[in-house]
């Protein structure tokens, strides 16, 4: 056991595993308040309400593929040779917090220009900005203080009463992220250009870039699965359409071949309208059947 814990500490520390002060802060707080909500039953009964409902309904199919997909773009990066064990613990963090997140919001995706919108979010300015403002951290009780207070500033403007409280709540957060932002500027500069320090400036351009690269992978998660989803409801409609249960894999293609991957028409046609094709004969049938659909809702 004692010759196996320098082996493991090492495999954390090449994998990237190693926490910066504002990471232990952080998981200090999720502990604290992990522990505080676990106190409370009725908590503890709706987490395990969230818990089945995972485990238990289709969430858990999409959970699982999306853990596949993520494995997949690690696979595809380690090809093209970009990807480095140091990334690892990025990746994780990322995944179960902002991927998750994202990846949640598939039901809007058929909203239009939410796709796009997604996407300016995930590779905007911003995301390469919070990334910079990570590089070098406080001491570790500065970021222990730190953390509840940027809270408080973040909710006291949702949590004012009045429409004058919000406004002054707001005007006081503005005032504090850009004192706060402009120190851990400074901070960051002057750890990084101290002359004891040595920067990888390669791997921090590809950490920089890598959240992004993440999140388009995921986006197009999103897509598929929207797709996905789309098609099982037009497929019930066809369903309920057709007398016979037989042959309706054919009516099903025809759909698919006519409709393709255009979401806002596939959601279309789960709504109803598709009787032609969910009768149709044949595959050739049900895809000019699907072909009139279409040019019908464009018209």
């Known amino acids: 056991m004692q010759h196996l ?30 522990v505080f909500v676990l106190s409370i039953s009725d908590a503890r009964s709706s987490l395990l309400g969230i818990l089945r409902r995972v485990l238990f309904t289709k969430l858990l199919i999409v959970f699982l593929f999306y ?17 480095r064990a140091l990334l690892t613990k990025d990746t994780l963090v990322w995944s179960v917090t902002t991927g998750i997140a994202l990846l949640l919001g598939v039901t809007e995706i058929k909203q239009p220009g939410y796709f796009w919108r997604a996407l300016s979010e995930v590779a905007g300015a911003t995301v390469v900005v919070e990334y910079l403002l990570n590089l070098a951290s406080f001491s570790i009780w500065i970021e222990f203080i730190l953390q509840p207070v ?31 932002i402009s120190s851990i500027l400074i901070h960051t500069i002057l750890s990084l250009t101290a002359p004891e320090q040595i920067v990888n400036w390669e791997f921090v351009a590809l950490q920089t870039i890598w959240p992004i690269l993440l999140g388009i992978w995921v986006l197009i998660l999103m897509l598929i699965l929207a797709v996905a989803m789309a098609y099982e409801g037009a497929f019930l409609r066809l369903s309920r359409y057709r007398d016979r249960p037989d042959g309706l894999w054919k009516a099903k293609v025809g759909l698919m071949l006519a409709l393709g991957l255009r979401l806002n028409a596939v959601h279309e046609a789960a709504k109803g309208g598709t009787h032609r094709v969910a009768r149709a004969k044949s595959v050739s049938d049900a895809y000019e059947a699907a072909t009139e659909y279409k040019k019908g809702l464009t018209e």
């Open 150 to 180: 940027i809270f408080f500033f973040v909710v006291a403007p949702v949590a004012a009463k009045d429409t004058e409280s919000q406004k002054i709540w707001t005007k006081m957060r503005f005032w504090f992220s850009l004192i706060l």
């Open 5 to 34: 814990l320098p082996h493991f500490f090492s495999w954390l520390a090449a994998h990237g595993f190693t926490l910066s002060n504002r990471e232990w802060a952080a998981l200090a707080w999720l502990l604290i308040v992990g």
């Open 67 to 83: 853990a596949v997909w993520i494995v997949a773009f690690i696979q595809i990066m380690d090809w093209l040779g970009i990807w």
